[in-house]
């Protein structure tokens, strides 16, 4: 069965902290993976998106890394501030264009 | 705003009740997308059109929802006689078929349904 966990569920960090965050799949076949930030009550938006033949993506303080040997990919926010709270959803898609496989996503809480 | 939009943004509704949400998509986009979302979950696929062909549709999708998209524009996504079990968010997203955005989905902000 294709799915895609995410750890931690949850994760409170002070402001100017880093953090990573964890996403393991197995899907197949795989296409790609994304990562989103979703806002409370807003729809997804895109971070970044990595090829299987990608192992590191930046998009200014957020680095995306992809192992495609263990299927597992990581989110690491550097010097974290109060706007990164959200929750971040890892997706896979496998094949076909609508194919997309989420994560039930970590919701990070920055605190001042 | 030439993103994709959804009305209404909220929707209370009494259990038995019909409600139908509205879904525009960023225009030169051909491929529509609904999915639903429950409270920390991600989201799941409910059905694709594309232009104004309903190509897939999840087994998520009972008989108790219906999803259109007329003139390959904008879509509708009605649900009948609404139960408890509905309240969620309902996403949609367009994409291309071309250009460089191919196949990216991008999200609109969604309209969260609580039925009563």
């Known amino acids: 069965k294709n799915q895609v966990e995410q750890s931690p569920q949850s994760l409170i960090i002070l402001e100017g902290k880093n953090c990573t965050l964890q996403?393991?799949?197995?899907?197949?076949?795989?296409?790609?993976l994304r990562w989103y930030k979703q806002d409370t009550g807003r729809g997804p938006v895109s971070l970044t998106i990595m090829t299987f033949s990608e192992n590191t993506k930046s998009n200014g303080r957020y680095t995306a890394t992809l192992d495609a040997d263990t299927k597992q990919s990581s989110l690491h926010i550097t010097a974290s501030q109060l706007s990164d709270s959200a929750s971040y959803i890892c997706v896979v898609r496998s094949g076909g264009y609508n194919k997309l496989i989420f994560g039930a996503g970590t919701r990070l809480a920055v605190h001042p | 705003d030439t993103g994709v939009s959804q009305d209404p943004r909220h929707k209370i509704t009494k259990r038995g009740q019909n409600v139908t949400f509205r879904c525009d998509p960023i225009s030169e986009h051909n491929r529509l997308y609904w999915y639903r979302q429950t409270l920390g979950q991600g989201p799941e696929f409910l059905t694709y059109?594309?232009?104004?062909?309903?190509?897939?549709k999840s087994r998520l999708l009972s008989d108790r929802f219906s999803a259109e998209r007329p003139k390959g524009s904008f879509s509708t996504l009605e649900i009948q006689r609404t139960e408890q079990g509905d309240s969620a968010m309902y996403l949609c997203?367009?994409?291309?078929?071309?250009?460089?955005?191919?196949?990216?989905?991008?999200f609109g902000p969604g309209t969260r349904l609580t039925v009563l």
């Open positions: 996403c393991n799949y197995t899907v197949s076949p795989f296409s790609n």
């Open positions: 997203a367009s994409s291309s078929s071309l250009g460089q955005d191919y196949n990216e989905q991008f």
């Open positions: 059109f594309q232009n104004e062909a309903q190509l897939e």
